[in-house]
């Protein structure tokens, strides 16, 4: 069995102050079919909601945190949400003691902080949404040699050879050429699409990107003729459509990465430009209007990543802790699909969904500990 006996980090400073903790509670079952999840009711598009306390046990189980970079849109609510419902879960039946989450709100200097101060309260492992692929090498390292487990979720994977560092990611490459491929056939293989962005230097919108790029060398008769960063928000995403529609004619398809998919059907609708095909992204918001509202036989696809994967990242941290699972270093998490056949089934889903599939802790070492 393998154990991780923690030592004292070489080289850090004295106590940090703490980072900003919250948590929510739930639970969920397994299921096959895309699920839809709704957000915390008081969150606010591109705004952190009010934090509530942190989950604590009493027993003698492990103590993790989870470092997020940003939560002010409703995917990485709901990641936390599954998060905190697979915690308390094992916070119940005594396997995890304590359970917090920090959040950095994009700021790289913070986030490497809260890492340390989750180092210094001796947690036992440490989950962590990265805010870039190289910003947080030297922190992990620092976890690693502390005897803290690392695992990686979301937006890596991260440059790290850190002996102690796990990484759960999509295959982005594969996600965005599904997504993108779809979008140019339905537009006959020529035309100007506009492609959304991320967050600018995450390295999800960085892969999402070159995912992109890749699918289009296919289609030449196809100009990208805007990127638009929108931090995937919806309200971010209709401002800077507004700004640059104006500007651009015939544009025939919209390629996007999450949370913006139904605000680029507000900027056409109030710009009085016919829509064009616009990759969904599973938000509750755009599979009601494309059930509800759309025109008829509108065609596209919805493409996301599954926020499920924040409970996928407690199983596996508890796995790690207990030495009687052979975790690999690197895992790929499914994204979720939405086709013109299914969209029906969500035309009544709250406007915060993340309609992806979930699963249990069984799914997860069956289908990732390959």
């Known amino acids: 069995m393998k154990k991780f006996k923690k030592v004292a980090a070489i080289g850090m400073a004295a106590v940090m102050a703490a980072g900003m903790m919250t948590g929510c509670g739930g639970s969920e079952k397994a299921s096959d079919a895309p699920a839809a999840v709704s957000a915390a009711p008081d969150s606010a598009e ?17 103590k993790i945190g989870f470092s997020n970079s940003f939560n002010g849109n409703s995917y990485r609510q709901n990641m936390e949400k599954y998060a905190q419902e697979a915690a308390d879960l094992l916070i119940a039946s005594g396997e995890i003691a304590d359970f917090k989450f920090a959040e950095a709100n994009q700021d790289a200097s913070k986030q490497q902080q809260q890492i340390q101060n989750f180092i ?18 030297d922190v992990i390292q620092e976890a690693s040699d502390a005897g803290i487990p690392c695992i990686i ?10 002996e102690l560092c796990y990484q ?64 995937w928000t919806g309200s971010k995403a209709q401002t800077e459509l507004a700004s640059v529609l104006p500007t651009l004619d015939d544009v025939a398809g919209i390629v996007t990465q999450g949370g913006d998919s139904y605000a680029a059907v507000q900027a056409f609708e109030a710009a009085g430009k016919e829509l064009p095909v616009i990759g969904g992204d599973n938000r509750g918001y755009f599979l009601k209007w494309w059930a509800n509202e ?11 990543s599954n926020p499920w994967d924040g409970a996928t990242a407690v199983y596996v941290a508890c796995d790690i ?50």
């Open 46 to 62: 591109g705004e952190k909601a009010d934090a509530p306390a942190a989950s604590s046990g009493s027993g003698k189980g492990y």
């Open 120 to 137: 210094l309260d001796g947690m036992d492992a440490i989950i962590i949404d990265p805010i870039s692929a190289t910003a947080l090498t």
């Open 153 to 162: 979720v979301n937006d890596g994977p991260v440059e790290s050879d850190a």
């Open 168 to 231: 759960i990611n999509f295959d982005t490459i594969d996600q965005m050429a599904t997504l993108t491929k779809y979008v140019c056939e339905a537009i006959g293989g020529k035309g100007n699409i506009i492609e959304l962005r991320g967050t600018a230097g995450a390295e999800f919108d960085n892969i999402a990107h070159e995912g992109v790029i890749q699918t289009l060398k296919d289609y030449p008769d196809i100009t990208v003729v805007a990127e638009i960063y929108t931090d």
């Open 294 to 304: 759309a025109p008829e036989g509108y065609d596209t696809l919805s493409v996301s």
């Open 321 to 370: 802790l207990s030495g009687e699972y052979n975790v690999p270093k690197d895992m790929v998490h499914p994204f979720g699909v939405v086709t013109a056949d299914e969209v029906k089934n969500f035309s009544d889903v709250a406007d915060e969904d993340i309609c992806c599939p979930t699963y249990d802790r069984e799914w997860v070492r069956e289908n990732l500990y390959k």
